[in-house]
């Protein structure tokens, strides 16, 4: 177990990153989920539909999940590339809930650096954060936010633990996705500012794996929702 998993694992408690009310619903976005094969994924609204109508209950449930997940989701967007090396293995957590919903910063820290990255199923407006815990250096990302959440923003700003830093954004400004957040820990940024892979390659999978390690050792969302 690396440094970071150690420090994530043994810290008490973190603020939640959304703080909904509705039960969690894990989502499967792989070849497993039948229902995925013959969507068309690429119209965002459809796509929105399928995600909060049906798979959500008419939108009675917050989904969950994605890490590590090998995803069919991206075939639908160049973005993530169409060859032998395309991306598909997701490197964090997507918490789905509406647009609007406050972003939290589960513990205290820094805006390292922040973007609009306005590509077709790109992350759309991105907020990093630094932080250290127990000597241990490490990144937060954030994707999918809205671009209010950008306003005032500017790197080495303080971030308090449980301060509410920006709001998940609406279609097509959030990468042109449904409603959700992109929640990534990463050990190290390298020289990435505003950005870094969200999916990875399969060739590439325990590389990217290793610097981003499961977020649910913050976000502490019980596995059998």
Known sequence: MSDLQLALAAFPGFAKVIQTD??????DFSVANKALLNRNLSETGEFSSFVFDELLHKNTYAGIGGYGEDRIIYRHRKHFGGDSNARSIHL???????AGEAVYAPLAGRVHSFAFNNNYGDYGPTIILAHELADTKFYTLYGHLSLSSLEGMFVGKSIDVGEHFAFIGNYP?????????HFQIIAD???YKGDFPG????QDKLHYLSLCRDPNLILRIPENV
Not at 22 to 27: A, E, G, N, T
């Open 22 to 27: 509705k039960p969690y619903k894990r989502l």
């Open 173 to 181: 400004e959030n990468g042109d996705w449904p409603p959700h957040i």
């Open 199 to 202: 999916v990875s390659s399969f």
């Open 92 to 98: 964090g957590t997507d918490i789905w809930v509406d």
């Open 189 to 191: 940024m390298g020289d």
